[in-house]
């Protein structure tokens, strides 16, 4: 099958995205208000239009519009006229509605086993040292095979660490009070902003993003307006789910079209304040994951938000107006300018500060992997509705969807929390008196039994209950896959 050239904008020629080299990934970026979210919206119709699923966060809750066809909008009229689109049609794409708090989408849930260590320590904001005693709690959770799989099993593991220090120490290492504490408030911290919604079961199973609809893909919309409120939880989400996809789904090489397309808006989000090893990680999966099919484009204000090691890896470019007030905006200017393929014909850096809203600076990638020379151009109108739905219409959406019922409920299975409270709860409220000394204390009790129970999994080595509970490229502690 050959690859489908998708028009995004136009010139004086058609400026077309090919199917077979949207996962080489792109960046879309300008100021606010010079059209960035239009053509997000373009580009994925677009895509859907081919049976390639869609995932994007609606910060501004301004996308949900996607789920309706347009209508006779003066500034859509305008364009359509201005473009020569006489075959214009509009029409709505198929839609699916996600929430971390599932007040305007189906929830979205993962366990705190396999967002791991490395991502709950940059949301809970631990520092280098705190996050080493993270680790350490999820190493002997892992150890007594105690499932974390929400955030009072995380709670009661930490408790259960600190209060076990000594006894633990000699196999794991010193735990200092002050980490177990710093680690109990970032999560009373996350609890306030509603995390614990986000941890538990059902899991949000992955395939659930990958569905298409007759050959239309589906457009997974992910409610953010409340949610980038927190934007450490934002970032983390949305890294969690891209390394996920990374480290679930096979090979494939470079096919003619995407397996899915991921765009991370407000991408500065994710690199602010992101310690060398976890940018390290962000690199090595953007690197990667387009050999499992899967296109990442960033959209963000200023091309400087993106670091190098990661812009350099980014073939399609739509560059949208950027300002140039202050040092860093000129800096921004020159940045922008230098990433392009020269044409002649166009003035880069003067360009970039004239273009209208709705104009853009555009270069995909050829046939070849090859930058196309940059031009300037007007991005095509979504053929979808640009007010967003009402409550009620968004309601019906979600209603009607396949995935009606399957992550409304919550299931509370057995898991570290359930087994450290009968674990204290057999312990002897008042333990006697031997030979003058205290006898063992319920401390003692648990290490003996922690101890045990780490000689049962290596016994039980193997088996599903007995192998280790691993994690991802980004959460994992030994980058194995998970159970």
Same mark, same amino acid.
């Given at each position: 099958?050959?690859?489908?050239?998708?028009?995004?904008?136009?010139?004086?020629?058609?400026?077309?995205?090919?199917?077979?080299?949207?996962?080489?990934?792109?960046? #879309?970026?300008?100021?606010?208000?010079?059209?960035?979210?239009?053509?997000?919206?373009?580009? &994925?119709?677009?895509?859907?239009?081919?049976?390639?699923?869609?995932?994007?966060?609606?910060?501004?809750?301004?996308?949900?519009?996607?789920?309706?066809?347009?209508?006779?909008?003066?500034?859509?009229?305008?364009?359509?006229?201005?473009?020569?689109?006489?075959?214009?049609?509009?029409?709505?794409?198929?839609?699916?509605?996600?929430?971390?708090?599932?007040?305007?989408?189906?929830?979205?849930?993962?366990?705190?086993?396999?967002?791991?260590?490395?991502?709950?320590?940059?949301?809970?904001?631990?520092?280098?040292?705190?996050?080493?005693?993270?680790?350490?709690?999820?190493?002997?959770?892992?150890? &007594?095979?105690?499932?974390?799989?929400?955030?009072?099993?995380?709670?009661?593991?930490?408790?259960?660490?600190?209060?076990?220090?000594?006894?633990?120490?000699?196999?794991?290492?010193?735990?200092?009070?002050?980490?177990?504490?710093?680690?109990?408030?970032?999560?009373?911290?996350?609890?306030?902003?509603?995390?614990?919604?986000?941890?538990?079961?059902?899991?949000?199973?992955?395939?659930?993003?990958?569905?298409?609809?007759?050959?239309?893909?589906?457009?997974?919309?992910?409610?953010?307006?409340?949610?980038?409120?927190?934007?450490?939880?934002?970032?983390?989400?949305?890294?969690?789910?891209?390394?996920?996809?990374?480290?679930?789904?096979?090979?494939?090489?470079?096919?003619?079209?995407?397996?899915?397309?991921?765009?991370?808006?407000?991408?500065?989000?994710?690199?602010?304040?992101?310690?060398?090893?976890?940018?390290?990680? #962000?690199?090595?999966? +953007?690197?990667?994951?387009?050999?499992?099919?899967?296109?990442?484009?960033?959209?963000?204000?200023?091309?400087?938000?993106?670091?190098?090691?990661?812009?350099?890896?980014?073939?399609?470019?739509?560059?949208?107006?950027?300002?140039?007030?202050?040092? =860093?905006?000129? =800096?921004?200017?020159?940045? &922008?300018?230098?990433?392009?393929?020269?044409?002649?014909?166009?003035?880069?850096?003067?360009?970039?500060?004239?273009?209208?809203?709705?104009?853009?600076?555009?270069?995909?990638?050829?046939?070849?992997?090859?930058?196309?020379?940059?031009?300037?151009?007007?991005?095509?109108?979504?053929?979808?509705?640009?007010?967003?739905?009402?409550?009620?219409?968004?309601?019906? +959406?979600?209603?009607?969807?396949?995935?009606?019922?399957?992550?409304?409920?919550? #299931?509370?299975?057995?898991?570290?929390?359930?087994?450290?409270?009968?674990?204290?709860?057999?312990?002897?409220?008042?333990?006697?008196?031997?030979?003058?000394?205290?006898?063992?204390?319920?401390?003692?009790?648990?290490?003996?039994?922690?101890?045990?129970?780490?000689?049962?999994?290596?016994?039980?080595?193997?088996?599903?209950?007995?192998?280790?509970?691993?994690?991802?490229?980004?959460?994992?502690?030994?980058?194995?896959?998970?159970?």
């Amino acid at each position: 099958m050959a690859a489908t050239s998708l028009l995004i904008a136009r010139s004086k020629r058609d400026l077309c995205l090919l199917s077979s080299m949207a996962n080489r990934h792109g960046l #879309v970026a300008g100021a606010t208000g010079t059209g960035k979210t239009i053509t997000l919206r373009v580009l &994925a119709e677009r895509l859907s239009r081919i049976g390639v699923p869609v995932f994007l966060a609606d910060v501004k809750g301004d996308l949900s519009g996607l789920a309706q066809a347009g209508e006779g909008h003066p500034r859509i009229a305008e364009r359509i006229q201005q473009l020569g689109l006489g075959a214009f049609t509009y029409e709505a794409s198929p839609v699916v509605f996600w929430d971390l708090f599932g007040k305007q989408g189906h929830p979205v849930r993962t366990t705190v086993s396999e967002m791991g260590p490395l991502l709950l320590s940059r949301i809970l904001a631990l520092s280098d040292v705190q996050e080493g005693v993270l680790t350490l709690v999820f190493k002997v959770a892992d150890d &007594a095979g105690l499932l974390l799989l929400d955030l009072k099993d995380l709670r009661a593991m930490v408790q259960h660490v600190g209060e076990n220090a000594r006894q633990l120490g000699a196999q794991y290492g010193n735990v200092a009070p002050a980490s177990i504490g710093a680690i109990q408030r970032g999560l009373l911290a996350l609890e306030e902003q509603g995390g614990e919604r986000f941890f538990g079961e059902p899991a949000l199973a992955l395939e659930d993003l990958l569905r298409t609809e007759g050959e239309r893909g589906l457009v997974n919309v992910l409610a953010a307006d409340e949610l980038i409120r927190s934007p450490r939880l934002y970032a983390t989400f949305l890294l969690w789910l891209l390394s996920e996809l990374f480290e679930r789904l096979p090979e494939v090489g470079d096919p003619e079209k995407p397996r899915l397309v991921f765009f991370f808006d407000e991408a500065h989000l994710l690199f602010e304040e992101a310690p060398p090893a976890l940018l390290e990680k #962000v690199e090595q999966v +953007v690197r990667l994951v387009r050999s499992k099919g899967v296109g990442v484009f960033f959209v963000t204000q200023n091309p400087l938000d993106v670091p190098d090691v990661v812009l350099g890896q980014l073939g399609n470019r739509v560059q949208h107006a950027l300002r140039a007030f202050t040092p =860093r905006d000129q =800096r921004a200017v020159k940045a &922008a300018a230098e990433t392009f393929r020269a044409n002649p014909g166009v003035d880069v850096a003067r360009v970039i500060t004239e273009l209208g809203t709705g104009e853009a600076l555009v270069s995909f990638l050829d046939a070849k992997g090859s930058p196309a020379p940059v031009e300037r151009a007007l991005v095509l109108p979504p053929s979808s509705r640009l007010a967003p739905l009402a409550p009620e219409e968004r309601a019906r +959406v979600v209603r009607g969807s396949s995935l009606a019922g399957k992550y409304d409920q919550v #299931v509370d299975r057995e898991s570290a929390y359930e087994r450290l409270k009968v674990r204290a709860e057999s312990a002897p409220a008042a333990p006697p008196m031997r030979g003058g000394r205290p006898a063992p204390t319920m401390a003692d009790q648990a290490g003996r039994v922690l101890g045990a129970a780490v000689q049962s999994a290596a016994r039980a080595a193997g088996s599903q209950i007995g192998r280790q509970i691993m994690r991802g490229i980004l959460g994992s502690l030994f980058g194995g896959s998970r159970r």
